[in-house]
């Protein structure tokens, strides 16, 4: 395993180098709570500095990585040292700069679909279960992507996209469901949680 | 079952005592034995051995400590029927004041026979603490599964228990390797380097000799535990095993892979009250199903 100072920042980051900047944002988010001053996961292993050195690389990392213009060059520089293949690297087409005449393709590098869909493709304002299904898979995404990565119980996501309410948990663990699936699919969270629960409750009312 | 049959071992440690150790090992080995998997769990905990109540059985009268102490000759005469189908218990020692210590002889010959048990699964429940002989339970695993709850005292003792871990085996490579010495020398108290992770350990090996850390670290490669969190009620919770996964990678150079987490549930502690298992009388409870979630990402 190599050591902090030998890694790239999609190491350091811990992201894929193909990831969207949504995936870059989540992931800076959880560095800051790791290697914080308040970390439950890592006061008693490290001391302060420790942290604050561990957190200062990752924020250089973030730095580079969120701005497109920086992380194409980070990638060209990656690819001249042969420290990664160009087949790894989002394709360079898929960075918006570069495609400044078709801003519908803006967001659509990567493996997700624009966050705004929601609406064109399931109707307004409708959250339901199956229309949150149908949107997934207009984005291409499997259910066990969904899974593996927010580590939610495959039998709840499935039970939510068939607005099986009676077999869904207490409520405030299908918000929390629900929030962590619309993120993965880059859906405006707090809009899919409300319009859900408002349906659920709906069917649990007497 | 022919000879070449592998038998898949599990161990689950954590460190820290009362975090769910013996209720997830119990249920994932129930999960196992309703596919058809022919278990043997086995209660590692020598100085608290309780799973036999877990599956709600009384306590066997043949126990680890038996045959450690040779009143009975076969392991297998300590195996005993737990009322659940293809599911076996070896429990742990209950009497014996120097069972919870077996010498090293006892444990070799106990961890040679463990591994011609003629099963498809072998489940080893783990007591707490650091001891020699829970860190070489959990290391001969095929998978060491580390339980861990969001709570600062367990999270502290797990990466106690990973540390050494990790230690036990780089020694072990290293009298394997006939370069014990290096290893000894470097961790000698009076040399005082103050080495606080795996990674400052192989600096300082590769001061003395770098192909030493070439094939240490070659030999470490396999060590990779896996990290169930236990007792989570928020999302915030859940956020603290990729936490720790991150810290293990970034400090310790150690890689772990977060297997699952599961559920608070206050049926746990009626299961356990009732002395009836979780996942046989409360299947669809949000515990039960984060244990069968968990054990089946270590089926894939």
């Known amino acids: 395993m190599k050591k902090l100072s030998q890694q790239n920042y999609y190491q350091i980051l811990e992201v894929d180098p193909k990831a969207t900047k949504t995936e870059i944002l989540r992931a800076f988010d959880l560095a800051e709570e790791t290697y914080g001053t308040d970390s439950l996961a890592t006061y008693s292993l490290m001391t302060q500095d420790d942290r604050r050195n561990i957190l200062s690389k990752i924020r250089e990392a973030y730095q580079i990585l969120v701005d497109e213009e920086s992380r194409k060059l980070y990638d060209q520089y990656l690819i001249k040292t042969s420290q990664i293949t160009p087949e790894k690297i989002r394709s360079i087409q898929a960075v918006p700069r570069q495609a400044p005449a078709i801003p519908q393709e803006k967001e659509t590098q990567g493996p997700l679909a624009p966050a705004g869909a929601i609406t064109s493709m399931a109707g307004e304002e409708n959250y339901s279960g199956k229309a949150l299904k149908k949107i997934r898979e207009q984005k291409g995404v499997d259910l066990k992507q969904i899974a593996q990565v927010t580590k939610i119980n495959i039998t709840y996501l499935k039970l939510i996209e068939e607005d099986n309410y009676a077999l869904l948990p207490a409520p405030v663990y299908v918000k929390g469901f629900l929030v962590q699936y619309a993120q993965y699919l880059e859906l405006p969270a707090e809009k899919v949680r409300e319009g859900y629960m408002k349906l659920y409750n709906q069917a649990k009312m007497p | ?300």
């Open chain 2, 1 to 300: 079952m022919n000879e070449g049959h592998k038998r898949e071992i599990w161990a689950v440690g954590g460190g820290k005592g009362g975090i769910g150790k013996s209720l997830i090992v119990a249920n994932m080995s129930i999960i196992l034995a309703q596919r058809g998997k022919k278990v043997v769990l086995i209660d590692a905990d020598l100085g608290g051995a309780n799973l036999h109540t877990c599956l709600g059985i009384p306590q066997p009268k043949a126990t680890l400590g038996d045959f450690l102490s040779r009143r009975v000759s076969r392991i297998e005469d300590t195996i005993v029927e737990t009322g659940i189908p293809n599911l076996r218990l070896i429990s742990g020692a209950q009497e014996i004041l120097g069972a919870a210590n077996p010498k090293h002889s006892q444990k070799v010959r106990l961890l040679r026979t463990i591994g011609s048990l003629n099963v498809d699964f072998i489940l080893i429940d783990l007591g707490s603490g650091t001891s020699f002989n829970i860190l070489d339970f959990f290391l001969v695993s095929d998978h060491g599964l580390l339980v861990v709850i969001p709570e600062p005292t367990s999270i502290e003792n797990a990466y106690r228990f990973l540390k050494c871990s990790f230690l036990r085996k780089v020694g072990n490579l290293a009298a394997q390797y006939d370069v014990k010495e290096v290893f000894d020398a470097v961790l000698d108290p009076k040399s005082s380097r103050g080495i606080r992770t795996p990674f400052e350990l192989f600096d300082e090996i590769s001061k003395v000799d770098e192909k030493v850390v070439e094939l240490l670290q070659k030999g470490m490669e396999g060590f990779k535990p896996k990290l169930i969190l236990n007792q989570v009620r928020t999302d915030n919770d859940i956020r603290i095993g990729f936490s720790i996964r991150s810290a293990c990678m970034k400090y310790l150079g150690i890689q772990m892979d977060y297997l699952g987490y599961i559920y608070y549930d206050d049926l746990v502690w009626q299961s356990i009250r009732k002395k009836r298992p979780l996942i046989i009388d409360y299947p669809h409870s949000l515990a039960a199903q984060g244990i069968r979630s968990t054990a089946e990402s270590l089926l894939q």
